[in-house]
């Protein structure tokens, strides 16, 4: 077909994939009798009910159009609404003095202070405050098409301006690899770096590729440092595979080992030599995380409460007084409560129906009986969990999320401010990443008694392992609950759980046991075979009376034939059925995921509901939630990607939240990423049921592996802090 150029608007967005860098829109063209078509384009930034132009390079299929080109429509009224957009300086009848005026003018003429005066009437501070905005606008548009016309995420350009100023673009050609500091991945900066004449083994991008190769082994395999060897080993492998030069292109050690000491000069990294003669590499951020967690733990320890026998009495008095209206704890449960109390530092940990809930009010009731004025915070990663804890606690107290105990406010940074606590406990504690941990002690008082709460075997989620690593510690006294000693103790599930935990599948001696209605295994013989049984298990379920709410599906992965992309779709276009579908990935009925922290609205990553209402008007897209803790948002165009379906999630993602009925996928494709602390989590997720499908044998294998350790010295760093510590009082 013959090029052409087309205007349209966009209606809706079907998929934005930026790994694959392919998108597809629903789009109005204007002109031809208003006709709806698809385009797919390799930009994501396009955004809902906005005007652009393109060019037709090819036609997919029917009413399907490949484009490239593409460019916002000039619209004076548009323009100016967008440039003093949320400006409480420029009223409603300002914006449209300057429509008005300007009609005819170009958008350039905006700048001139002395036209806006002229044509709008305006004072010279005014006009001037106005021309200013304008400006910076237009170069932060212009720096948003240098980004459009090297296949960069457009809508990053309002952060890279902000950060760099007018001269972005000059500092972006000078040090294209800046733009990983904005989300930008080392493939495209390579591109772009490529474009502008740098070499693959220039300085400056082995640099910014050991900071990436860091933080990508933070973000995704958890790790807190990496050894000096393994990363001269793999890094021109990992910048081969995932940047923009083509071909395996090896990068000399002299220079890595350069890039490392000039690093380390700037302090973008520390190196630490461990008591196994590794040398570690940080990020700087994560050095200091980590020594700041084990100061602070060396000096509760060294700093050790001297208890008195009335305290000590006291605690018995008032367990006898806890066991006359309550199950009598048992022997550890009575150690977890004392140390608890008169512990700086301690760590109650235990399989899922051991006691940890009732063992938590416990505490909380004895350090009431002992301390009346003592100021008592309990806290947990997500909003279900505290949920969950606030139904326990004593009349007057509320749980926390660690977010809001923090104080982090609209822009998501953390308060200053010194936390008046007496005692806190940390629920959920194996979800805390390292540098969340060291937001939270960095601001307690000296005397804060801690109590970390949580369960080992879960999988331990984003950078570090902190819980496990205290839990272990020969420093802190722990307790471990391993009696099951909940009123449904005879749960197939509960000894399934505990039976994992100690790495014993189907095919063992005195293994997993199935039991219909309660546990379950649906063996399938192919992958492909899995949507249609999940769809299957799902309608047999609401058919014995459960509602699709009771249900949650989690996978191990999101792609893939049993990852959550799919499994969404599949329960979308099956149970919640709708013609906006065609437009809208999102409808009215869908249960959905928040899926990054939005801090204007306190409503967090993980956090989920249902979509009550999905609206347009005019050209303005609404969708309200009704969110779990019973709070309704309203999301519009811009933030509408923050939601995502999910009536299947991740199992990363399920962690501290408890559904009636769990189906878990696990399928020959999992094979190398299943591992027992997944299993494990997935499964003890589940309150009432839970139904495995897929292949037995895939499921045995990875019941016997165990998660990955996370490179980690807190350990090591504690007990040298409590030396050093004691060395100075000596």
Request: some cysteine; charged content about 30%; hydrophobic content about 35%.
């Amino acid at each position: 077909m013959i090029e052409r150029k087309i205007k349209f608007t966009v209606i809706g967005i079907k998929y934005e994939n930026e790994a694959i860098d392919i998108c597809r829109a629903v789009v109005r063209i204007k002109g031809e009798n208003n006709e709806r078509v698809d385009i797919v384009y390799n930009s994501v930034n396009l955004v809902i009910n906005k005007e652009y132009e393109a060019l037709v390079i090819s036609e997919v299929k029917a009413k399907v159009f490949r484009v490239k080109e593409i460019k916002e429509v000039d619209n004076i009224g548009t323009f100016v609404k967008e440039a003093l957009a949320n400006d409480k300086k420029i009223t409603k009848e300002d914006y449209e003095d300057i429509v008005k005026s300007f009609e005819q003018q170009s958008l350039e003429e905006l700048v001139n202070k002395e036209a806006l005066i002229s044509l709008s009437g305006f004072d010279e501070e005014k006009a001037e405050y106005i021309s200013k905005k304008v400006k910076a606008y237009i170069e932060m548009l212009r720096v948003k098409e240098y980004l459009r016309a090297n296949n960069i995420k457009a809508s990053l350009a309002e952060k890279i301006y902000e950060s760099l100023g007018e001269k972005a673009i000059e500092a972006i050609n000078r040090n294209p690899y800046v733009l990983l500091d904005f989300e930008v991945n080392l493939k495209s900066a390579d591109k772009l770096a490529k474009s502008l004449g740098f070499n693959y083994n220039s300085e400056i991008r082995v640099k910014y590729g050991i900071l990436e190769y860091l933080k990508y082994n933070a973000d995704y395999n958890g790790h807190v440092f990496i050894d000096k060897e393994e990363l001269m080993k793999n890094l021109s492998e990992y910048m081969s595979k995932l940047g923009g030069y083509l071909g395996k292109l090896n990068i000399e050690k002299e220079l890595i080992t350069k890039a490392l000491d000039n690093l380390e000069n700037e302090k973008e990294i520390n190196t630490y030599y461990n008591a196994d003669n590794i040398e570690c590499i940080y990020i700087s951020q994560l050095y200091d995380c980590e020594t700041g967690i084990a100061e602070i733990i060396s000096r509760k320890i060294i700093n050790k409460t001297v208890v008195s026998r009335e305290i000590l009495s006291k605690i018995d008095d008032f367990i006898k007084t806890y066991s006359q209206s309550n199950a009598e704890p048992t022997k550890d449960q009575v150690k977890a409560i004392k140390n608890a109390v008169t512990e700086n530092i301690s760590v109650l940990s235990g399989f899922p129906g051991t006691g940890k809930t009732s063992t938590l009010t416990a505490i909380v009731g004895c350090i009431k009986h002992i301390y009346e004025e003592a100021k008592i915070e309990v806290v947990a990663f997500t909003g279900r969990a505290v949920s969950r804890i606030n139904e326990i606690l004593p009349q007057g107290m509320e749980a926390k999320t660690i977010h809001r105990l923090l104080g982090i406010g609209k822009s998501g940074q953390i308060s200053e401010r010194v936390l008046d606590i007496d005692f806190l406990i940390m629920d959920e504690s194996t979800l805390i990443s390292m540098p969340l941990m060291y937001a939270v002690l960095s601001r307690l008082k000296a005397d804060t008694k801690i109590l970390f709460v949580g369960d080992q075997n879960q999988i331990t989620s984003g950078i570090g392992q902190v819980f496990s690593d205290i839990s272990n510690s020969s420093e802190i006294k722990g307790e471990h609950l391993t009696k099951i000693l909940r009123q449904d103790g005879n749960s197939v599930i509960l000894k399934n759980i505990k039976k994992m935990a100690e790495y014993t599948g189907f095919t063992d001696k005195s293994g997993l046991k199935c039991k219909n209605g309660e546990f379950e295994f649906v063996e399938i013989d192919r992958n492909s075979e899995i949507k249609n049984k999940i769809e299957e298990e799902v309608s047999k379920l609401i058919k014995e009376g459960y509602t699709l709410n009771d249900v949650q599906i989690l996978s191990p992965i999101k792609s893939g034939k049993g990852g959550t992309y799919t499994l969404n779709k599949t329960i979308q276009e099956k149970f919640n059925p709708n013609p906006k579908r065609a437009i809208y990935n999102l409808v009215a009925g869908d249960r959905v995921m928040q899926n990054i922290n939005d801090y204007n609205r306190s409503i967090f990553n993980g956090e989920t509901g249902i979509i009550i209402r999905n609206e347009v008007d005019g050209n303005t897209r609404r969708v309200t939630v009704k969110f779990n803790s019973n709070k309704i948002v309203e999301y519009m165009d811009g933030n509408i990607s923050e939601l995502e379906p999910c009536y299947a999630m991740t199992i990363h993602k399920s962690q501290g939240s408890q559904f009636p009925i769990v189906i878990i996928p696990v399928l020959k494709e999992h094979k190398s990423i299943l591992n027992s602390n997944i299993l494990y989590t997935g499964c003890s997720r589940a309150e009432k049921r839970v139904i495995l499908i897929g292949n037995k044998e895939t499921f045995d294998t990875a019941i016997k592996n165990p998660q990955s350790t996370k490179n980690s010295n807190l350990n090591e760093m504690i007990e040298v802090r409590i030396k050093e510590n004691l060395d100075k009082i000596a």
